[in-house]
């Protein structure tokens, strides 16, 4: 059981979808006290609607500041209430009883009930269309006890399913306002959508009514940049107060020692990969996929394109995770035994097309992997694919590549990315995701054990070659706080944001 309490923290992440127009202005706003924030971010949303648009710019702008969660993350990676005050589990570790907040509105004035948690929990079943939806799939049962309380039986027992209830997939929606998710999102959280400026700024502004705690900005605006440098300039010049996700590591110094500023940087969930596409050409190959790993010499790459901050990992887990292991000893950088690997292969011979898309982190390292990859023996074809669109039409969707890189920020998402066969990677090996399923029904000690144990695999299997992991690097105005030190979830959550 736990008591009620609200964290706020700020999470920035990278991944998005195409740009379109939006305006929700006509949403019932509080009144504005001129108290504003700028914040500076990289990749802007398709539409509002994460229920069938992938990528993670929607619920980055919208979890937790217009929609909100039973349970939510804190900091340290601990669930804690949201719209539950306290929840508790059946000895059988099926059956959760979450008991809800009383006096929760959406912003279309309908009162949050157990209805709409029930509503919202089945409908990821039924309407979603984007791969999270399969971490629902777990529920056997939904059952609106009273207006205040919940029961969501499982089919089995599942560690991953509370967790992913604080993910969006949890997101509660009201039963009258999902009719127009992609232009007019309607939640319970702290803030709503005011306006959207295509490929410039979403503005965001707090509402009278709220049930919880008052966040201290009256107005956020996520402002979009394309260029690291037009967006530093923008805190330079005073057109932002935060730069969300720092673009060009590179160009700190212009921060660090200039008391107007201060420089955040701790860890995220962002995995940059060299995705590798196990379905078709080359890299369906285990020894060619082992030679790519060898010839990356992966802390010389770090220093190349991302000023050496990030953190070496050789997998697919973060260190905020608890069954975070450090695997970059499974393939240490030895160019021989590249080019003896893709000797063997009999793949020398193919040309590999690795299509990465436009955005900083990728072009940056894409001409350092190509450079390093044709030491060693290969032959690459390079190119820069527009993004969101053309990267996702070409990569993620028609899986017409055979390497790319991308930075996969969701949280805990290595079942996603690796344990479907038909998501774009292709993937397929029934002893990892035998593992995933013994760590999701067993004990504790068992989950941990077994999620190592399928990472390792992974890793092992060079099912792709992890480059580095993003660090959550921000730069903002000195007097503003609450920024996080680690990024733990894929929310810009706003709510504990302040000014000194």
Known sequence: ??????????????????????????????????????????????????TRTDGAAIPQALLDNVYETLVKLDQSGAIRPDLATSWRLSKDRRTYTFH??????????????????????????SAWTVAQKAQ????????????????????????DWLYRMTTRVGAMFSRTGVRKLATEPVGTGPYVVKNWNRGDSITLVRRDGYWGRTPHFASVTLKY?????????????????????????????????????????????????LSLNNGSGPMRNPKARQAVRYAIDHKALMDTCWAGRGKLIGGMVPPTDPWYQNLTDLYPYDRDK?????????????TLRLRIPTLPYATACGTVVKSQLEQAGFKVEFDQLEFPAAWLTAVFKNSDYDMSIIGHVEPRDMQTVFGDKSYYTHYDNPEFRALLKKADQGSREQQITSMRAAARLLSEDAAADWLFLLPNLMVAD???????????????????????
């Open 1 to 50: 059981m736990w008591p009620v309490r609200r964290a706020g923290a700020v999470a920035a992440v990278l991944a998005c979808l195409p740009l379109t127009a939006c305006s929700a202005g006509s949403l019932s706003a509080g009144k504005s006290t001129g108290n504003g924030l700028n914040i500076g971010l990289t990749a802007e949303p398709a539409n509002f609607d994460f």
């Open 136 to 159: 629902m799939d777990v529920v056997d049962s939904v059952r609106a006890v009273s207006p205040t309380e919940l029961e969501v039986t499982l089919k089995k027992p599942s560690n």
């Open 478 to 500: 000195e007097d503003i706080t609450g920024l996080p030190v680690n990024s733990v979830s894929e929310s810009l959550d706003l709510t504990g944001l302040g000014r000194s």
């Open 100 to 125: 809800l907040v009383k006096d929760a509105r959406f912003s279309n004035g309908a009162r949050f009930t157990a209805e709409d948690a029930k509503f919202s929990i089945e409908r990821v079943g």
């Open 338 to 350: 590249a080019r003896k690997l893709l000797e063997e292969s009999g793949e020398a011979g193919h």
């Open 225 to 273: 940049f394309k260029d690291p440098t037009a967006m530093n300039n923008a805190l330079l010049t005073g057109t932002i107060n935060v730069i969300g996700q720092m673009q060009s590591p590179e160009s700190l110094y212009r921060f660090q020692n200039n008391s107007k500023y201060k420089v955040i940087e701790g860890t995220t969930n962002g995995e940059v990969v």
